[in-house]
């Protein structure tokens, strides 16, 4: 999606081990978010930015924790991998005026075996 | 009460019909009603949105009814097409700029 990259796109990794995914901007927007999507639970906000150095936690925080020290740049990391963290991850940006909603990254793929 | 429940879980429309997908929430203090359309390996991207104090928005084949007083709102597609196959999640902004997402409808449009 424009604008908005994250990386991984994939990844597979072993029950217990650190995992960073990163979410990459180029639109200077100041609200980032993280997103879990599991079926039958839509997406579930897991940490949220609302600028460099602030961040707060949303519905399903628990095992993870964020970083943004840069306005394009906003950090996911599982402190310690469990099978619960397998999920297809979203990071969005907004504005936070108006009505302009969110931009949606393209996900990243995360299976924790 | 930050809940959004969408409703059906997944929907097939014979192709020109109309496919309508349902969203209810608690929290009057949500102020921003957007829907979001999802292909499969993409992101969710920004369909059409509504604030409370209008009662319809159409965009194209697209159109959002609010109902304050029910505390509904609800997602017609005229005109249903087989590109229009996709899952479908409602929404609601709380304070802080969050959004509070429904449990998705996976819309399959047959030709």
């Known amino acids: 999606d424009a604008g908005i990259t994250q990386s991984p796109r994939h990844k597979v990794t072993e029950t217990g081990t650190p995992v960073t995914l990163r979410c990459h901007q180029t639109?200077?927007?100041?609200?980032m978010y993280w997103y879990r999507q599991d079926p039958g639970h839509g997406l579930r906000l897991i940490h949220y930015s609302y600028g460099v150095k602030d961040t707060d936690k949303g519905e399903v925080s628990d095992g993870y924790s964020v970083s943004r020290s840069k306005t394009e740049d906003f950090l996911l990391t599982l402190e310690s991998a469990t099978s619960s963290q397998t999920s297809v991850y979203f990071c969005?940006?907004?504005?936070?005026?108006?009505?302009?909603?969110?931009?949606f990254g393209s996900g990243t793929r995360l299976t924790v075996v | 009460q930050q809940q959004v429940k969408q409703s059906p879980q997944s929907l097939i429309v014979q192709k020109g019909g109309i496919s309508i997908i349902n969203c209810a929430y608690e929290n009057t203090a949500f102020d921003y009603f957007p829907w979001y359309q999802q292909f499969p390996g993409k992101g969710p991207a920004l369909l059409i949105a509504i604030r409370p104090d209008v009662s319809e928005k159409k965009e194209g084949r697209f159109t959002i009814s609010f109902n304050k007083s029910a505390k509904q709102f609800s997602l017609h597609i005229m005109d249903s097409q087989p590109g229009d196959s996709a899952t479908y999640f409602c929404?609601?902004?709380?304070?802080?700029?969050?959004?509070?997402f429904g449990a998705g409808t996976i819309l399959r449009v047959k030709s």
């Open positions: 639109e200077n927007h100041r609200y």
């Open positions: 929404a609601a902004k709380v304070g802080g700029n969050k959004l509070v």
């Open positions: 969005a940006i907004s504005q936070g005026t108006g009505t302009n909603g969110y931009t």
